[in-house]
Each structure stands twice: as structure tokens, then as C-alpha cells.
């Protein structure tokens, strides 16, 4: 009997730690989910909708996009800025962009009274079609609901960082609690039990379609993250300490650069490894400023494909800037060009970029539905409406379980050692993602010192 009783110990306690262990990672995962699952179906539907931004924005503005002609001589882009001028005296041309469809009209961007402005030219009459407010554009609002919850500013983009990074979270201890422990069927596992009923079938409703897509949700959060404010900062920093994120410099005709303006400061549709590059200097000795007929000549003599975006000096010792992203990858490209001379200063390509800027910039390129066109863009939004599905489940399967009056949180794990090693675990993500860390502390703090109190002095007053 002795011997019966020892044995069945350590598998009582082995079976209590598995229990616990599974209720530490479940209560992580349930108010993770409940806190940031409004942000999470904010992010994939703005998320969604941006995807589809060139199909959009051709329908919806298609009367400034597009003309009906297609010449074979069209106007000088003298011509054009001098029509733009006419039309906004007070304005300033910031950028010229160029398309490859013919009956596309010509965009240029202006500031024009604080405002900035997409001004649309007819290229073969010189006619301004119309304007567009870029914040107003239909897709730059999704784009801004997406990074900047709308609201804009630093905490908006800092609370979206966070939201994605605990989605990450969430997905890791969302398969641990999907994870099969004994025997089971492929239902309820890997498919869900439709003639199921209550909290069974919504489980199943959240469960399985997550595993499915868990994958394809991680690829689209990590892709997202370069642009983050402090987690893509970390990204670029082992980009360049590791000599695997963007170059010093590709081709230089002088000295290296060595300003501190970046080329994103100065110039429109930079690729993501060029943003942080430093803006050479024009010479200014004795030298007439070339014309944007010029810089356009030296665009297509260097085989930048179209679509491209010239950016202009800005002053005396500003330089052109040649640009162009929304092409696949391969085709990415940055240039500065000397305003006077027209030397280039600096030629920057996607050969150019380190291994892992290359991954980033392709990554990117997914993340926003451009790697292999409609086919990304399909795919793209089937995971943004599955991550949207699998929240709302998870609403339905809450309130399936939960009691009346009360939140309905999975208990309390008995285990405390369990419990303390799922917090250290949760703390080394918090490493990896420092915004995880800091708010898993400040969490802790309030916990500790404040949420506790509260319960004590509402004890006593009852």
C-alpha cells in the first residue's frame, strides 16, 4: 500500500503542474486578449482595406489619375511645374512622380499654404486636371488608422506596436492551449466541430482557424514591425552593427556623405533600407542648375523602372533625390543627384543591401501586398478577415463560458513556482520586445503596490 501511495504521488503532482502550467499560460493569454483584441481587428481591417490601395484609389480617382488621350509627344516638365505654379502661385514643388501607364496623368506634390497637395497634370496638354489633400486620400486615412490609430503621435503608433507585439503573445500561448495532451480526433484540432453547440463550437470557431493561420498572422505582424518606433529602431541597430542592413553608401563620384539629414527628411517614397541614409551635398562652385528634364534623362539612362519619384533640392546645397518603392523589390533604387552638375552622388539598389535588409525589404513588399500582385494581395486579406474572425470567437466563446456578474478569467494557477517561472518566461519576451517588458512591469507594479491596496480598503469598508 506504501509503495502504491509513492507512486501515485508524483504523478498527482506531475498531473498538478501540467494543470497549473496550463492555467498560467491561459490566464496570460485571456487578458492579453481582452485588452488588445479591440486593436487587433482595428489593425487587420485597416490593414485589409490598405492592401487593396491601388485598386482603390484607381476607382475612386480616377477622373485625376487617368486621361483619355495617349500621345506620342507630351509636355516639357517645365511646362507642367509652370502650370502648377500658375494654378498655386504661393506654392513650392516638392516632388515630381512618373508613371509607366501612359494615359496616367503626372502627380506632383506641393505645399501649398501649410497644406500639402497630390496636384494631377495632364502630360500631353499641360492642363491641371485637380488636387488631392494627401491626408484626406481614402487609403493614407487606413494607412494612418492602421500605424497611428488615426489619433496620430507617438503613444498612437507606440500603443500599435504594442498591440502587435502581444498578438505574437498571444499566438504563442494560443497554440500552447490548442496544443492536443492526449489522444484526440483531427476534430476540435485541426477541424472544427460544426455540429457542436455553446462554448464547444465557438472554441472550435477560435481554436482551429488560428492554427491554421498562425503562421501566416506571425509572418504578417513580423513584416509590420520595421516601422515600428521602437522595436524597428532595435531592427535597424542589428541591421548596421551586423554590416547586414543598408550601405554607408553604394557609388560615390566624391567624398563619402556625411550629413546628418537623412534621405527620408528630404525625399518621397524612399525604399525602407534607404530612409536613414545620409543626404550628400551639392557643389555649388560655378555651376548652373540642371534642368528636371535633366534629372529624368539621368533616371532612365541609369535604368530606373517606372513608376519613380523625383524629389527636388531643398536650397542652395540640396540635391535631386531619385526614388521609386512601389515596384517589386528588385527594382528598388535611390539616387542623389547633384543639382548643378548633375553627377551622381549617391546610387543605392537593392544588390546593395545587406542580407538582412534584403529579407526586410521583401518582407515589406508582402506586408503590403506588392511581392506577387493580386495573389499577395488575396492572401494578405484572407489572414486580416481571419484575424478579425478568430477575435470575435473568441467574444462569443467568452461569453459562453462566463458566469454571471463576473469576468470569467481563468482561475488562479496553485502551483506558485509554475506561475512565477510563466512570468519570468513572459519577461524574457518582454527582452526580446521591450514594449511587452515595460508594460508586463508597470502591470506587475500595479498589481503589487496599488490593485491590492484597492481590494484591501474595499474589504474593509464592507
Not at 91 to 99: G, H, L
Not at 100 to 109: F, L, V
Not at 320 to 337: C, D, F, K, Q, V
Not at 378 to 393: A, D, H, R, Y
Amino acid at each position: 500500500m506504501e509503495a502504491l501511495k509513492l507512486e501515485q504521488e508524483p504523478s498527482s503532482t506531475k498531473k498538478q503542474s501540467k494543470t497549473s502550467l496550463f492555467q498560467s499560460v491561459w490566464r496570460w493569454h485571456f487578458y492579453a486578449g481582452i485588452i488588445f483584441a479591440p486593436f487587433l481587428i482595428i489593425l487587420a481591417f485597416s490593414g485589409a482595406v490598405y492592401l487593396f490601395k491601388p485598386q482603390i484609389e484607381s476607382t475612386l480617382y480616377k477622373d485625376l489619375y487617368y486621361v483619355d488621350e495617349s500621345r506620342t509627344t507630351i509636355q516639357s516638365q517645365a511646362n507642367q511645374i509652370s502650370t502648377v505654379k500658375e494654378a498655386y502661385p504661393e506654392a513650392v514643388v516638392i516632388a515630381f512622380k512618373t508613371y509607366d501607364d501612359p494615359k496616367r496623368t503626372i502627380e506632383m506634390s506641393i505645399l501649398n499654404k501649410g497644406d500639402m497637395l497630390s496636384v494631377y497634370v495632364n502630360p500631353y496638354t499641360g492642363e491641371v486636371i485637380g488636387s488631392l489633400k494627401n491626408e484626406e486620400k481614402f487609403t493614407q486615412i487606413f494607412k494612418k488608422i492602421h500605424s497611428e490609430l488615426l489619433i496620430g503621435g507617438t503613444f498612437a503608433n507606440l500603443l500599435v506596436e504594442l498591440a502587435a507585439c502581444w498578438a505574437v503573445i498571444l499566438l504563442i500561448t494560443g497554440l500552447y492551449i490548442w496544443f492536443p495532451r492526449n489522444k484526440a480526433s483531427i476534430w476540435g484540432t485541426i477541424l472544427p466541430r460544426f455540429n457542436a453547440k455553446g462554448r464547444t463550437f465557438w472554441r472550435d470557431m477560435h481554436a482551429v482557424p488560428a492554427f491554421w493561420l498562425s503562421l501566416l498572422i506571425l509572418v504578417l505582424i513580423a513584416t509590420g514591425l520595421p516601422w515600428s518606433g521602437v522595436l524597428g529602431e532595435q531592427i535597424n541597430k542589428v541591421a548596421n552593427s551586423t554590416n547586414t542592413g543598408y550601405p554607408a553608401f553604394a557609388f560615390n563620384f566624391g567624398e563619402k556623405p556625411e550629413s546628418v539629414i537623412k534621405a527620408k527628411d528630404v525625399a518621397e517614397d524612399v525604399p525602407w533600407a534607404s530612409e536613414n541614409l545620409s543626404v550628400p551635398t551639392s557643389n555649388t562652385k560655378g555651376y548652373v542648375p540642371i534642368s528636371l528634364e535633366d534629372v529624368n534623362h539621368i533616371a532612365e539612362t541609369n535604368q530606373i523602372k517606372k513608376p519613380y519619384t523625383i524629389s527636388m533640392p531643398q536650397g542652395e546645397t540640396g540635391v535631386y533625390t531619385i526614388a521609386t518603392s512601389h515596384t517589386r523589390p528588385g527594382e528598388n533604387a535611390t539616387l542623389h543627384i547633384d543639382q548643378y552638375s548633375g553627377s551622381i552622388l549617391t546610387d543605392v539598389r537593392f544588390d546593395d543591401y545587406g542580407i538582412m535588409a534584403k529579407a526586410i525589404t521583401m518582407g515589406i513588399a508582402l506586408h503590403e501586398g506588392r511581392l506577387f500582385g493580386l495573389a499577395n494581395q488575396i492572401l494578405g486579406l484572407l489572414v486580416c478577415v481571419g484575424l478579425i474572425f478568430i477575435t470575435i470567437s473568441s467574444f462569443f466563446m467568452w461569453r459562453n463560458r462566463k458566469p454571471q456578474g463576473k469576468v470569467g478569467a481563468p482561475p488562479k494557477a496553485k502551483d506558485k513556482m509554475i506561475t512565477k517561472v510563466v512570468f519570468f518566461i513572459m519577461l524574457g519576451m518582454g527582452v526580446l520586445m521591450p514594449l511587452v517588458g515595460l508594460s508586463i512591469v508597470i502591470v506587475f507594479l500595479l498589481d503589487r503596490f496599488v490593485f491590492q491596496k484597492v481590494k484591501r480598503i474595499n474589504a474593509w469598508l464592507h
